[in-house]
Antibody, heavy 117, light 109 residues
Framework: QAQLVESGGGVVQPGRSLRLSCAASGFSFSLYAMHWVRQAPGKGLEWVAFISYDGSNKQYADSMKGRFSISRDNSKKTLFLHMSSLKPEDTALYYC??????????WGRGTMVTVSS | EIVLTQSPVTLSLSPGERATLSCRASQSVSSNLAWYQQKPGQAPRLLIYDASTRATGIPARFSGSGSGTEFTLIISSLEPEDFAVYYCQQRTNWPPDYTFGQGTKLEIK
């Protein structure tokens, strides 16, 4: 059974950095493109970043460019999101998701990031 | 940047009724549109991709239609478990973008 489990969230001060992880199991991780999506408390879904199956192509939402970096380790079946220069408006539940047939078919349960002094 | 506008914002219906949710794109996205369901405290769940193809395990009462800029999700006869928030999402190859709509809350009347 395909599963994604996020970790690494927490409370962080503005301007600091944080790295999120997403552990995959139950499917051939190295064959799939992956994404990060976030959801601020009480708000809708916001796409964050994309990485191709082999890590050669990475794309970001405009508001995250230059501050966020997506990466993956296929040998460890793990996806990462490195976030720097964090702002209070980055406070959200961060989900990782698998892309299959041009949609996000498997989602983790999310990890909460709170940016506050 | 493509903007997706969902309507209505809130839809109040009773079990057994038919629900019609709309998603309008600011420019054509062809058939590159998906629908998701999200219940409180849960991750989103993929319902429809490529505008009209049901995802694995999704009941036949869910159907999607449309292309270009106008899309519709129909739930033919509402079950109690269908009351949730629904999001549409578009996929653009270049520049890469996977924008979500703002959501429609389907609530019990």
């Amino acid at each position: 059974q395909a599963q994604l489990v996020e970790s690494g969230g927490g409370v962080v001060q503005p301007g600091r950095s944080l790295r999120l992880s997403c552990a995959a199991s139950g499917f051939s991780f190295s064959l799939y493109a992956m994404h990060w999506v976030r959801q601020a408390p009480g708000k809708g879904l916001e796409w964050v970043a994309f990485i191709s199956y082999d890590g050669s192509n990475k794309q970001y939402a405009d508001s995250m460019k230059g501050r966020f970096s997506i990466s993956r380790d296929n040998s460890k079946k793990t996806l990462f999101l490195h976030m720097s220069s964090l702002k209070p408006e980055d406070t959200a539940l961060y989900y990782c998701a698998r892309m299959e047939r041009r949609a996000f078919d498997i989602w983790g349960r999310g990890t909460m990031v709170t940016v506050s002094s | 940047e493509i903007v997706l506008t969902q309507s209505p914002v809130t839809l109040s219906l009773s079990p057994g009724e038919r629900a019609t949710l709309s998603c309008r794109a600011s420019q054509s996205v062809s058939s590159n549109l998906a629908w998701y369901q999200q219940k409180p405290g849960q991750a989103p769940r993929l319902l429809i991709y490529d505008a009209s193809t049901r995802a694995t395990g999704i009941p036949a009462r869910f159907s999607g239609s449309g292309s270009g800029t106008e899309f519709t999700l129909i739930i033919s006869s509402l079950e109690p478990e269908d009351f949730a928030v629904y999001y549409c999402q578009q996929r653009t190859n270049w520049p890469p973008d996977y924008t979500f709509g703002q959501g429609t809350k389907l609530e019990i009347k």
